[in-house]
């Protein structure tokens, strides 16, 4: 699966959080029972699947688990 979203008019750094807000405001719309998966920079809500921050997680995991 292949995601890419294009969220113009940010100029210089700006905050994983913020951009995503901005992104789910204006048009970005993620459908009900489906998840993205983010990195850490991203806050916890019910559409975006964060990692814990501290936590190292292993390939290993995933192959038992049977969702690799």
Do not use: N, Q, T
């Not at 992104?23 to 814990?52: M, T």
């Amino acid at each position: 699966m292949h995601f890419c979203y294009i969220l113009s008019g940010w100029e210089g750094s700006a905050s994983d959080g913020g951009v995503y807000h901005d992104a789910r405001v204006h048009d970005l719309s993620i459908p009900e029972g489906k998840y993205y998966l983010a990195d850490a920079g991203y806050p916890l809500c019910d559409a975006l699947l964060v990692p814990f921050r501290g936590v190292h997680y292993h390939l290993r995991e995933w192959e038992k688990s049977g969702l690799w």
